[in-house]
C-alpha cells in the first residue's frame, strides 16, 4: 500500500518529480521537486485537503492567479498551480536560506538597523500588493523568508483564498486557521471580515516590535488570553525593551500599533517613510528578484551552524577582514542560566562552557563546537544541588575549567574526571594566565589571591579598602605580560565601582575608569565592560596601560547580575564572541493568585520583571521587586487588580525581598550599602527608610514573626549561610539561632513561636525541615522527603507548604508532637521557584492558606540561548574604531 509521498510523486510525476519533504505546517505540507521542463529545484506546497474542501479547490486556483501577478523583489512569486490528489498545490521557487522566525529564535534580538531595514523592504511588498488589491493578512515572521539578508513575503495565495471563504465556516483542526493571535490587528482578532491593508500594517509593527524587543508587544497562554490583551492593553514602548532604538523608530512603531485602524498609518509606504525619515517619498523596489525558496528553518539552522563549525575546525586564527558569522546554542529543557550567570569560551574559540542549573544542580556545562549538543562536566559540579558558587574560567590549552566549589577552588579536565583541590575558595571567578597561575577571589568581600596550577601555594594580593566603601576585587583577567591583572573594584552603587589594574610583582594598583565592572581586554586594543545591559568598548594602550579614548556601545542586551558585575559574555583570542542575551536571562512575568486546585487569576494587569512578591496582611496590597535595564531592583507597592504602583526604593543599589510586618505599615528588606543590610520603611512611602541591621556580611530576608517581634533572616558567612534573629521592638539585638556549616535559608516561625521551618543543603540537595525555638536542639525532623524549599506556615501551623520546583507542596503539621504528614501536591504550571539560598521566596501565600501570589512565566517562554558571533573582532572595529 503506497503512502501518501508516494501517491502524490505518482500522481505528480508527468510535472515535477517530487525528492523529499521540506517541512509541515497546519496549512499544508512542502516538498522539494526538480522541475524537468525547466531543469531547477523547486517548492511545492500541498494544502490540507480539509483545508482545500473548506476554501474550495475552484476557489482557491481562481483566488491565486490575482497573487500569481503580483512581481515584486520582496514578493516570494508563484510558478504554478494546480489540482492532485483531492486537494490543490501551487509552485514557488526553491530559496536556499532561512526565514525571519528562525533568525529571530537564533538571535532573539536584531540589531536596529537590520531591523529596520527588513522591516522598510517588507513594508515594500506590502504596498505593491495593497496597491493591486491584496491583502496577506497574516504578515508574521514564518512567513517573511530571508535570502542574503533580504526579505521576501510568502504565502499570499493562502492568505488571499483563505479571506474569501464562507464566513460562516469553522475550522477545528488545531493549526488550521488564518492569522496568528500575537500578530492580529485588533479588528482581525475581533472576527472583522472585512479587513483593509492597515491590518497588515500593523502585523508589520508587531514583527517590528519584536525584532526589536525580542518578543511581540503581547503574549498569553492561550489566543483568547493573546486577543484579549490585543484589545484591551496598551503596549509597551519599544524602548522599555531596549533604549537603543531611536525615538523616530519607536514612535513609527507606537504609531503602527494603534487600535483603531483611522489612527494607524494609513499606507505600508507612511510606515517605511517614519521608519526611515524620508518624508512622504512613495517605496522603491529594490533590484535583484530572487527565484528559491527558503529551507525550513530547523535544517537552516543546522546548516548554519555546521558551516560555523566547520570554518572553527579549519582555521586557527580570524582574518581580520573575515565577515562576521552568527548563530547560537540552545540549551535543553530544564537547563537554565544560574544566577550569577557565566559564559566562558576556551582561548581558542573552538568550546563553549556555560554554568547553568540542571534541574536543582548546579553545573558546568561545555559544548565543543564541532558537536551537537552540551554535556555536563562530569565532576565539577558533582551532583550538588545548589550549594555551589562555581563561576567557571579557563586554562589557557583549553584542557581544565577551574571553578569553586564546597570552599574550594577546583579544577578539572574539560572532558570531565576527578576533581584536584588548589585553595580555599567560596567565589573564584579568576583567570588562568600562559605562566601557570591562577589569580582568583577567595570571597564575595576579599581581595585577589594567587595560586599556582598545581595548587598549595595561594597567597593574598590584594584587600579591598573598606573606607573607600570597596566590597570585594572581582573578575580578574591576567594581560598578555603575565605580571599585570585587570580587576573590578566593586562598590555600591554600581556606577562608583571601578576598573583598575594590579601589578603582582609590585602590588600596585592604577584605576583605569570609574562607572563599569567586568573589564576585558581584547587584542584588538580594546578595553570591553559591562555598563547596565550592554557592553562598551574603549581603547586601551597596554603598554601604557591606559584608555586612550571613548567607550562605545558594542553589544547590547547582554544578561547581567549586578550584584556581583557579572556580565554573561566572553571573547576567544581569535575573535569569537559569545553572550547570553537579556531575553534568555531575565523574563517578564505575570503575577497571579492561584488557588488550592490551581485556578489563578491575574493579580495585576501588566507584565513586568517581578520578582519575590508579597502579600500584605489584609490581603489587598502586593510587595513586590521590578528590576530594570536602569534599575538594579527596587521594591514596588501595588493595589491588586490595578496599575500605578508605588515605587518604594530608589538608593541606586539593589533592594529586594520585601517583608510586610503584621499590621500592614512596615515593609523590612535587604538593600545593596555595600553589603545586603537590613533595612525597615513605612508601605505608604511616609517615612524614610531606617537602617535595622548593618554590618560586614550579607543578610537575606526571611520573614517576620507573626507577633510582629522577630524577624528571622539568613546571615552570609563564608561558606555557608547561617539563620539568626533580630528584635524589632526596642533596641535591634541580633542573636544567632541555628548554624551547622551549610546553606540556610528562608527561615519561618510558627504562629505559636515554637517552631522554626527552614531548608538547608546538608544533604546534598535542598531540602525543608522544621526544628524547635527559640533551643534548636529539642526537636527536629525534615519535612520534605524529596526535595523542598521555601517553607510558609498556613491554618494557624497545622500546615506548611513549600516549592518543589515548579509545583506546590502541601503537608499537615501536628504542633504539639513536632511531626508532619506526607506531602501533597497542590498545583503546578510555570511558576518559577527560588532555589538559591541568597534568594528570597519566589512566592507568598495567605494566612488561611487558600489564595497563592506567584510569578509566572510567560506561555511562549523561549528556551535560553547563548549567542555565537565567528569573526567578531571586524565588527567592533568597525562600531569602535580607534
Known sequence: MLDSFQRLQEAMADRYTLERELGVGGMATVYLAHDPRHNRKVAIKVMNSELAAIIGAARFLKEIETTANLQHPNILPLFDSGQVEGTVFYVMPYVQGESLRNRLTREIQLPVADAVRIAVEIAAALDYAHRHGVIHRDIKPDNVLLHDGRPLVADFGIALAWSHRDG?????????????????????????????????????????????????????????????????????????????????????????????????????????????????????????????????????????????????????????????????????????????????????????????????????????????????????????????????????????????????????????????????????????????????????????????????????????????????????????????????????????????????????????????????????????????????????????????????????????????????????????????????????????????????????????????????????????????????????????????????????????????????????????????DLYRRAADASRPAEPLLTGGFDRYPGSVSPDGRLFAFSLAVPGAGELWTVQLRGPPAPARYFANGFNLAHPTLSPDGRWMAYDSDESGRIEVYAQSYPNPSLKRWKVSPANGSEPMWTRGGRELVYRKGDSVMAVSVDLENGRSGPPKALFGGPYPDSPGWTRPRSYDVSRDGERFLMTKLPAEERRPRIAVVLNWFAELRAKAPR
Open 168 to 676: 460562516r465556516t469553522r475550522i477545528t483542526k488545531s493549526g488550521v486557521s488564518l492569522g496568528t493571535p500575537h500578530y492580529m490587528s485588533p479588528e482581525q482578532a475581533a472576527g472583522d471580515q472585512n479587513l483593509d491593508p492597515r491590518a497588515d500594517t500593523y502585523a508589520l509593527g508587531v514583527v517590528l516590535y519584536e525584532m526589536l524587543a525580542g518578543q511581540p508587544p503581547f503574549t498569553g497562554l492561550t489566543a483568547q488570553a493573546i486577543f484579549a490583551r490585543v484589545m484591551s492593553e496598551e503596549p509597551k514602548p519599544v524602548v522599555f525593551h531596549r533604549k537603543t532604538v531611536p525615538p523616530h523608530v519607536d514612535a513609527a512603531v507606537a504609531r503602527a500599533l494603534e487600535k483603531l485602524p483611522a489612527d494607524r498609518w494609513q499606507t505600508a509606504a507612511q510606515f517605511a517613510d517614519a521608519l526611515t525619515g524620508t518624508g512622504g517619498s512613495r517605496i522603491r523596489p529594490l533590484p535583484g528578484a530572487l527565484s528559491r525558496l527558503a529551507i525550513p528553518g530547523a535544517l537552516a539552522a543546522v546548516l548554519l551552524m555546521a558551516f560555523a563549525w566547520v570554518g572553527l575546525r579549519n582555521r586557527s586564527s580570524t582574518p581580520p577582514s573575515a565577515a562576521p558569522v552568527r548563530f547560537s546554542v540552545e540549551l535543553d529543557p530544564g537547563v537554565r542560566p544560574t544566577f550569577t550567570p557565566i559564559v566562558r569560551l576556551s582561548p581558542d574559540g573552538r568550546q563553549l562552557f556555560v554554568s547553568a542549573m540542571v534541574g536543582r544542580r548546579e553545573e558546568v556545562l561545555r559544548r565543543p563546537f564541532d558537536q551537537m549538543r552540551m554535556e555536563v562536566i562530569a565532576g565539577a559540579g558533582q551532583g550538588e544541588q545548589g550549594t555551589g558558587n562555581s563561576r567557571p574560567f579557563i586554562s589557557p590549552d583549553g584542557r581544565w575549567v577551574a571553578y569553586a566549589r564546597q570552599g574550594k577552588l577546583r579544577k578539572v579536565r574539560v572532558e570531565g574526571g576527578p576533581a584536584i583541590d588548589l585553595a580555599v575558595a567560596d567565589w573564584a571567578g579568576g583567570s588562568w594566565g600562559k605562566n601557570g597561575r591562577l589569580v582568583y577571589t577567595r570571597a564575595y568581600n576579599t581581595g585577589l589571591w594567587i595560586v599556582s596550577e598545581g595548587g598549595g601555594d595561594e597567597r593574598m594580593l590584594t584587600t579591598p579598602d573598606t573606607a573607600r566603601g570597596e566590597l570585594g576585587h572581582w573578575w580578574p583577567q591576567i594581560l598578555p605580560d603575565g605580571d599585570h591583572v585587570l580587576f573590578t573594584a566593586y562598590r555600591t552603587p554600581i556606577e562608583r565601582a571601578t576598573i583598575e589594574v594590579l601589578s603582582i610583582s609590585s602590588g600596585k594598583r592604577e584605576v583605569v575608569f570609574t562607572g563599569g565592572v567586568f573589564g576585558f581586554y581584547v587584542p584588538t586594543g580594546h578595553l570591553l565592560y559591562a555598563v547596565g545591559e550592554t557592553i562598551r568598548a574603549v581603547p586601551f594602550d597596554l603598554g601604557r596601560l591606559a584608555v586612550t579614548g571613548a567607550a562605545l556601545p558594542v553589544v547590547d542586551s547582554v544578561a547581567m547580575n549586578p550584584t556581583d558585575g557579572a556580565a554573561a559574555f566572553d571573547v576567544s583570542e581569535n575573535g569569537t564572541l559569545a553572550y547570553l542575551p537579556v531575553s534568555s536571562y531575565i523574563t517578564e512575568t505575570e503575577l497571579v493568585l492561584v488557588d488550592r486546585r490551581g485556578n489563578e487569576s491575574r493579580a495585576l494587569p501588566a507584565t513586568d520583571r517581578y520578582d519575590h512578591p508579597r502579600l500584605s496582611p489584609e490581603g489587598g496590597r502586593i510587595a513586590v521587586d521590578i528590576r530594570s535595564a536602569n534599575s538594579l531592583g527596587d521594591i514596588w507597592v501595588f493595589q491588586i487588580g490595578r496599575s500605578g504602583g508605588l515605587r518604594l526604593t530608589a538608593e541606586g543599589g539593589r533592594d529586594f525581598g520585601a517583608e510586610w510586618t503584621p499590621d500592614g505599615r512596615e515593609l523590612i528588606y535587604s538593600s545593596e550599602h555595600p553589603f545586603f
